[in-house]
């Protein structure tokens, strides 16, 4: 007997692996592997959750209707046109099934997200890589890998694991240039971090035409990753095409009420972002002053460089920090072997892994 077979580019896709949460012989660790909010959740979310635990036997509302309407007024934006899911990596695959399928390619930069080729190939896509420069994604090189096959063009602003962004003028640019049967979809998962006056993620080119996407997600600032609540806002033809193709009640009730409550909770958003906006420098700071390379990040992360040969590469920067219950994120996956991607955490975490990496360093 012949097992049934997968269709062509499943066996190709890697299994995505999320950041260690924990260390064989160690109960206590300080998780910075996976770019949750410091802070933690807002004790209003919490107690949303907690209050939602009292219906679990009923169905979620299917439209997201309120958290629709909560993004709306907290954001400025046609609620109509937003459409919510299972965190932003249900929407990415939802988008590659919509919009992309056998002899298309979806492209992406080259150090850009896992899920962007992971949720192509899925679809039976061909992933297309372009080339960035320092750590950046390259409009010019991401424009010279358009092709007729062309169907979508990711673009993660900030991007995950360098922490770099684009500004406005460049994200625009990369529209411009774009045929207009190629949806630009734009991945602002970090942007609540950005304090810059040349970014934003997006919202002018969404309603500027036809074809361009804007994704979020309550993972980061809102801390709520355990809860697997995005968005996305879209033209209206494309949130009509994604309503379509998702599941009736893809966000469950708990998360919805979480989200419209951490959405509520501006006091507690503020102090996360603050709490970022001293630690992001401060440990950037510190690890330079060690003689380490620190790619210059806007998210609530930072991209280390260590050694390619010798004794202080970056494996051997991991199991110095995991020997000391420190759990950064390798991301050899990404085509970065020599790195560490570092999450910004608490004072005594921050302050824990300057100290590991100085004995490191020595």
């Not at 909560?70 to 109509?80: I, Q």
């Not at 390259?138 to 995950?160: E, K």
């Amino acid at each position: 007997m012949t097992a049934p077979n997968p269709r062509p580019g499943i066996m190709s896709i890697e299994p995505y692996v999320g950041g260690k949460s924990g260390l064989k012989g160690q109960s206590k660790v300080v998780k910075l592997s996976s770019n949750e909010g410091a802070l933690g959740p807002s004790p209003r979310a919490i107690a949303a959750y907690i209050e939602a635990a009292e219906n679990l036997h009923r169905y979620p509302d299917g439209a997201s209707a309120d958290l629709r309407a909560a993004l709306g007024r907290h954001f400025g934006l046609d609620p109509a046109r937003i459409v919510c899911g299972a965190g932003s990596d249900e929407l990415i695959a939802l988008l590659c099934r919509a919009y992309a399928g056998p002899d298309d390619e979806v492209l992406y930069s080259q150090f850009g997200f896992v899920m962007y080729p992971t949720a192509a190939l899925g679809a039976g896509a061909t992933p297309v890589t372009a080339p960035e420069h320092e750590y950046t994604a390259d409009v010019d090189a991401l424009l010279a890998r358009v092709s007729p096959r062309t169907r979508l063009c990711f673009l993660a602003n900030p991007n995950n694991p360098t922490g770099t962004y684009l500004a406005p003028a460049a994200v625009k640019r990369l529209r411009d240039g774009l045929p207009p049967h190629v949806l630009l979809v734009l991945d602002a998962a970090y942007a609540e971090y950005v304090s810059r006056n040349d970014y934003s993620p997006g919202v002018e080119l969404v309603d500027g035409g036809d074809n361009v996407v804007m994704l979020r997600t309550f993972s980061k600032i809102f801390a709520l990753g355990g809860l697997r609540l995005g968005w996305g806002y879209c033209p209206a033809a494309v949130a009509d095409v994604l309503n379509r193709l998702r599941g009736p009640f893809n966000v469950s009730a708990a998360a919805q009420a979480a989200g419209v409550a951490a959405l509520a909770d501006l006091a507690f958003t503020d102090a996360s972002r603050t709490h970022n906006d001293i630690w992001l420098p401060w440990l950037t700071r510190e690890l330079r002053q060690l003689g380490l390379a620190v790619v210059p990040s806007v998210g609530n992360f930072v991209l280390v460089g260590f050694s390619a040969s010798g004794a202080k590469t970056a494996a051997a920067a991991n199991a110095h920090l995991n020997a000391r219950g420190i759990i950064p994120r390798a991301v050899g996956n990404y085509g970065l072997p020599h790195h560490l991607r570092i999450t910004i955490g608490t004072e005594p975490e921050m302050r824990a892994v300057v100290a590991a990496l100085a004995e490191f360093v020595k």
